[in-house]
């Protein structure tokens, strides 16, 4: 292993064990959770990371059909006993490596429900996702400190307060937010050695 894929390896490993544990599903042998996090550093070193922006764009959201994600996804999790367990958090993941960047967030973190509620604040679908009550490619990742980032949340929260304090690593992982950093500067330095 290089110093340079170490640290995106490592970032992998703790947010699909920490997926797995919050879920109550199987762990990976350490083994297996290097062989996919290796195998998740060749597809991103193959790919490439989007491009930044430019500092006058602001960039759009982007998207990955299921028919370009879905082979990245089995060629990521081959041979994994939990194979099934695996499907999301790693289409989450790849999501988060391949998704354009861009500068205003969607507000999917508190879109209000005809029933008045955010699917989102919701601790059963934020379970569900690797980085909580974000999408994969929201900009405060990168944008705010993680207090500001909770300050934030806290203050657009609409259902129990004492839910997201008691749960406040699941709806905004500090694991996700490293990953998303080091993706970040990733795209803006050139880690892959190519000229």
């Known amino acids: 292993m290089t110093a340079v894929n170490e640290p995106f390896e490592r970032q992998v490993e703790a947010i699909l064990r ?3 544990q919050q879920n109550r599903l199987a762990e990976p042998t350490e083994v297996e959770l290097s062989e996919i996090s290796g195998r998740m550093w060749t597809l991103v070193a193959e790919r490439g ?3 930044p922006l430019a500092s006058d764009e602001v960039g759009s959201p982007g998207e990955l059909s299921a028919a ?4 990245m996804v089995d060629r990521v999790i081959q041979g994994s006993e939990l194979h099934s367990d695996l499907l999301d958090p790693v289409r989450q993941l790849i999501k988060a490596c391949f998704y354009r960047e861009f500068t205003i967030c969607r507000d999917s973190y508190r879109e209000i429900s005809g029933d008045g509620v955010c699917r989102r604040q919701r601790l059963t679908k934020a379970l ?3 980085s909580g009550s974000h999408c994969v490619d929201c900009p405060y990742w990168t944008a705010l400190s993680p207090k500001d980032h909770g300050t934030k ?7 129990d307060l004492r839910e997201f304090a008691e749960h406040r690593s699941v ?6 937010r490293t990953l998303r950093q080091w993706l970040h500067a990733a795209a ?5 050695g190519r000229e």
């Open 128 to 130: 569900g996702r690797v």
């Open 171 to 176: 709806f905004l992982p500090e694991d996700f």
């Open 188 to 192: 803006r330095s050139d880690v892959f």
């Open 49 to 51: 990371l989007p491009p």
């Open 18 to 20: 920490r997926y797995l």
């Open 153 to 159: 949340l806290e203050a657009e929260w609409v259902g």
């Open 68 to 71: 370009e994600v879905g082979p």
